[in-house]
């Protein structure tokens, strides 16, 4: 449990982005070791002591909270702050997709839609593919060039989805046509808006 405690300290200091943080690291570490053992020589179990340490993180971010910040470090943390949202929403989100579609593809499944039940994992897959573009973006990949990355994939997935849709339904299989001659419409735009990204000539 000890080991526990000296990760979680590390990882507030390194979450502070300091200089100042990360000298401050292994005095805190080292404080917090000898409260550790003070209190399990005065009876406490190690449980108990770690219960005893966890209630008292915010005085420890609190004090790394009053260290000097240069310049530098605080343009970066704001940089990183968006990032780091973006990250943690992804995070919860991403399997909150996957789950829906898993619950969707079941019951076409049941509903006796045999051909169908699997676009909802299609859409799931566009759905994730949309979340990686945005991260892509947020750590500044040019837009164009996300695009050109991921947009083929937008439209093609999203092209298999619609016409497997449209195979296991009643309308007339024509519409095939027309719905593919739009996704070849939109890719010829997507490769003309995305073939000149200025940014390959910084790779």
């Known amino acids: ?57 915010d005085r420890i971010q609190a ?16 940089a990183k702050l968006p990032s780091e949202r973006l990250k943690s929403w992804l995070n919860k989100a991403s399997p909150a997709i996957w789950f829906a579609a898993l619950v969707m593809s079941a019951v076409r499944l049941f509903s006796g839609h045999f051909l169908s039940f699997w676009t909802p994992f299609l859409g799931a897959i566009n759905g994730q593919r949309l979340f990686d573009m945005l ?8 837009e164009r060039k996300a695009l050109r990355k991921y947009g083929s994939g937008f439209i093609w997935i999203g092209f298999a ?10 309308i007339n299989k024509v519409m095939l046509l027309p719905l593919i001659g739009l996704a070849v419409v939109a890719q010829v735009l997507l490769s003309r808006f995305t073939k000149d990204d200025p940014s390959d000539k910084n790779e």
């Open 63 to 78: 004090e790394l909270d009053k260290l000097p910040v240069t310049e530098s470090e605080a343009k970066s943390r704001i």
């Open 161 to 170: 989805q619609l016409a497997v849709n449209l195979l296991a339904s009643d």
């Open 135 to 142: 991260v892509q973006i947020n750590r500044g990949m040019p």
């Open 1 to 57: 449990m000890k080991r526990e405690i000296n990760r979680k300290i590390q990882s507030m200091c390194d979450a502070m982005g300091t200089a100042a943080a990360a000298e401050m690291a292994p005095e805190l570490i080292q404080e917090v070791d000898h409260v550790f053992d003070q209190q399990i020589a005065a009876g406490m179990s190690e449980l108990e002591a770690y219960r005893a340490i966890l209630s008292d993180l």
